[in-house]
């Protein structure tokens, strides 16, 4: 497996893999990881579908991306899916998936015409007291010292950064800003989080950060994920033949280690539970989806909590990563990242309104109508003053294609789960749907007697608890997460969040998706480049506008600097003085 950029690789076509024929696949898991490898055997591999297999516990697809309505229950969706244009191995997928929604053209398509047409951006980033704009309006509001302790971890080496917090690397003056707000809100960090997970996103992410404060830089798809992204991944695949194995929970896979070679050997599975075996040859590749974000999720209702339950059992994604890396060093260390679910665990809520009457509310803050079928919130709006630390947005409505078109589908999140609200006086972890929904309603602003009837009569709510949902975000070293391929392995390869891959950053579907292509790649050993990370960290020109936007438009030689840095200034630039670098420094105004 190599890595390539621009059009050439993009647009070929990989030649049939010696000996695919021969081969067959186990693939344990059907999230976007999982499903994504499927692609790729089926797509560039030209694996035949028959010889696939796809085992997966829970009764339907999808993993983490959900999004379905519970009968007697409500909709919910555990999360929103914000995204990138530059997801490259997503649009080097999705470029050949039809759309079940439009035939004749691709999910990339749908998805490029759909935000070329309505881009997403948010009116209203931040409110306070009670609904009120929080005006934070576009300013990252950073220090000079502040910008410096940025500065400090972007150039921080990896190795510096093993098993260290956020909190070792920023102090208040980064955690008390907007920055901070928007950045911990956006892609739900806490503070004591990674901070080389933190280091990966700025990399990542670093031709965004003038598109962070109102969301410019993201990009959404027409219905929730489940429906958008899984189901058209589902159908091509089972139009393939590939062969997909529900309520079928994988308990362990054993493998030979020798010291230069590591051969997976046997699966065990549970089916509707009856235990089973599955003993593996050379030409029978496994793709192990290890860990999971959702492990453990559970779902509430109008009148009942999500109860909160942490305990790892047999045929989940942890307890078979356990059981996995028991066996060899190489295959990661589960329980760095599950050990504690008080430091991984938030939780969200879906709220459907059923009435008119919320809706004003809605509208006052986000500027738009929610049933116009366009963007509406444009991405997450934070409530500053939150006990819990909520956010709500409203993605283009409907967001399920059976939803009734005067209801409106709410997703709520929120950070702390354990502390009291600011109205319901209870941790979110504690409350109904009901609940919570009168804590966001106080928060929008609706007259406190009328909340209670409003979040009764109006609305229908479902909270989800994730104890294990920033799993990832957990401090780690370089080994604590397996390779894709580890070194030796034979035939198999890890997926998904828990599995390394150098420079793309977890939690998102790319991350997963990127997995899922470089396994398939490597084991089939696919003569074609994976596209590589989007390399805009190496742009100078993206790295000079990130500069300037992170300390709102200020110039460098408006920092705040001592006597001799500024003569050290004023000597540079008088020896760039009417160079292309001078030219350059002007275009990205950062003289
Ligand atoms: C609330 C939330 C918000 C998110 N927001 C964003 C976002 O804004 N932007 C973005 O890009 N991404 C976002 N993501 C991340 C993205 O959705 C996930 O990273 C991605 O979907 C994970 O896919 P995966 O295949 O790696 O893992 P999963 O989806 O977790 O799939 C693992 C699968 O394996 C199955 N499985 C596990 N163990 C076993 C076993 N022993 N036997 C059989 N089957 C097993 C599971 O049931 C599951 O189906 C969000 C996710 C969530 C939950």
């Not at 965004?208 to 219905?223: E, M, Q, S, V």
Request: net charge negative; hydrophobic share 35%; glycine share 6%.
């Amino acid at each position: 497996m190599y890595y390539s950029s621009g059009n050439y690789e993009a647009f070929a076509r990989p030649q049939k893999p010696e000996g695919v024929d021969r081969k067959s696949a186990y693939i344990i898991g059907t999230g976007l990881a999982a499903l994504t490898a499927a692609c790729y055997l089926v797509r560039d591999g030209q694996m035949k579908g028959e010889h696939i297999h796809i085992f997966e516990k829970d009764p339907i697809p999808g993993g983490a991306c959900d999004g379905w309505k519970f009968e007697n229950v409500g909709y919910v969706m555990r999360g929103g899916r914000e995204m990138d244009n530059h997801f490259e191995v997503m649009w080097d997928l999705f470029h050949s998936i039809p759309s079940i929604e439009t035939e004749g053209v691709s999910v990339l398509d749908e998805y490029y015409w759909l935000n070329k047409k309505d881009p997403n951006y948010s009116l209203c980033r931040a409110t306070v007291d009670r609904g009120q704009d929080a005006h934070t309006d576009g300013k990252f509001d950073v220090s000079d010292k502040a910008a410096m302790e940025i500065m400090r971890l972007f150039f921080t080496p990896d190795e510096d950064l093993y098993d260290k917090r956020i909190t070792d690397y920023f102090d208040d003056e980064v955690l008390n800003s907007n920055f901070w707000l928007y950045w911990r809100t956006m892609f739900a960090f806490e503070n004591w989080h990674s901070a080389l997970e933190m280091k990966r996103y700025i990399k990542r992410f670093i031709h965004h950060i003038g598109g962070l404060p109102d969301f410019k830089a993201l990009r959404f798809t027409r219905y929730n994920q489940y429906e958008s992204m899984i189901l058209p991944m589902v159908r091509y695949l089972e139009k393939h033949s590939v062969q997909f194995h529900y309520n079928t929970k994988v308990v362990n896979v054993e493998f030979d280690i020798q010291p230069e070679r590591k051969l997976a050997k046997r699966i065990e599975l549970l089916r509707e539970g009856e235990r089973e075996f599955v003993d593996l040859t050379e030409n029978d590749l496994v793709f192990i989806t290890n860990g999971g974000c959702v492990e453990n999720s559970s779902m509430g209702s109008q009148n009942a909590p999500a109860p909160y339950n942490t305990e790892i059992k047999p045929g989940g994604g942890w307890d078979m990563w356990r059981k996995i890396a028991a066996q060899d060093p190489a295959f990661g260390n589960p329980d760095k990242f599950c050990y504690d679910p008080e430091q991984t665990n938030w939780m969200s809520a879906t709220v459907e309104t059923l009435d008119q009457r919320i809706i004003p509310y809605i509208t006052k803050i986000c500027k738009r109508d929610p049933f116009s079928g366009g963007v509406v919130t444009g991405g997450i709006v934070t409530v500053k003053d939150s006990s819990w630390l909520l956010s709500w947005t409203i993605n283009r409505q409907p967001q399920f294609r059976d939803q009734p078109k005067d209801h409106c589908l709410v997703w709520v999140y929120a950070l702390f789960s354990d502390v009291p609200g600011d109205y319901v006086k209870k941790p979110m972890r504690d409350c109904t749907g009901k609940e919570i929904c009168m804590e966001w309603l106080y928060h929008l602003g609706v007259p406190e007697d009328q909340i209670e009837e409003l979040a009764s009569a109006s609305a229908n709510t479902v909270p989800v608890m994730m104890p294990y949902i920033d799993a990832f975000f957990m401090p780690r070293n370089d080994t604590d997460r397996p390779k894709v391929v580890p070194d030796g392995a034979v035939n198999f390869a890890f997926l998904g969040q828990f599995a390394e891959t150098a420079r793309d950053t977890i939690f998102t579907t790319e991350y997963s998706m990127r997995t899922g292509m470089e396994a398939v790649y490597t084991l089939l050993d696919v003569d074609r480049g994976v596209p590589e990370v989007w390399g805009s960290t190496y742009d100078v020109r993206d790295l000079l506008d990130a500069t300037v936007k992170l300390r709102d438009g200020k110039k460098i030689t408006e920092m705040d600097l001592g006597l001799k840095e500024k003569l050290v200034l004023h000597e540079a630039l008088k020896k760039i003085a009417g160079t292309d670098i001078e030219k350059l420094l002007r275009e990205h105004l950062v003289i």
